[in-house]
């Protein structure tokens, strides 16, 4: 094992733990040994399994990372807001529409991000999604136009460079 | 008592987009739409009832656990309605907007 991979297995040990402290709350010998043992058998599957698939996964908890959870959040609750009004409108102004958003430009890791943002704010959802393009299912044609144009893409990259 | 009532006023908003949510999933006319309908009801409701929620705690921790909770509920529903919106669209449901394209083809 050299420097990096322990100081990676540390990390996830402290934030295990930490997991671990918060949802048991118990302070017992007893029940800390249990505790310990289950982080230590979950950092050895996890030693184990970066052996095989050779993707460290890193914990991205950073400050670009919460920034974008809490752009997310807020568009989650303005489109909320907009399906809301379809629910309870008109049925004519549902115009349901599907689109292809390219995605060769994001870096992999952040694909899933994207995809699970788009799907998360009410009114769009992807339903597939393959090397270059991510298909989007939305109720109406503006959604997807804003999708395009808007700045979704652009911050998830923003969120990738702060992470590196 | 300030609490008490922004408690009261997140949880009886939540409930309304919950049952936003449900009435959607009647009112909406096919699988894909139904599914943005019930999408209100996996993020915004949750978010507004466990904020509710949690402002009734004490902020110790079931305060933690209750932001737990929410965190796991929006990382897995939308990954949860990707699934199924994808097995519906593998297995060859199309949606309205292609349904009416191939009306329009045929029309002409």
Known sequence: MDKKTIIYLSVWAIVLSGFWLLLSGFLKPLLLAFGLISV?????LLHRMDNTDTEQQKLALNLSFLRYIVWLLGQVVSSSLSVTRLVWGNKKELRPAIGKLPIDKIPQKSRVLYANSITLTPGTLSIDI???????????DESIESLKHGDMVDKVYDEYKGAQ | MILETLSIIFLVLGAFFSITGAIGLFRFPDFFTRVHAASITDSIATLLIII???????????????????????????????????????GGLLTMAETRDDKNKEAH
Not at chain 1, 40 to 44: C, E, G, Q
Not at chain 2, 54 to 68: N, P
């Open chain 2, 52 to 90: 509710g929620l949690i402002l009734r705690t004490d902020f110790g921790l079931i305060a933690v656990k209750l932001l737990f909770i929410l965190i796991f509920l929006l990382l897995t529903s939308p990954t949860a309605s990707h699934a199924l919106a994808k097995s519906a669209r593998h």
């Open chain 1, 130 to 140: 393959d090397d270059k393009y991510v298909t989007i299912h939305a109720l109406n």
């Open chain 1, 40 to 44: 230590t058998l979950v950092l050895i």
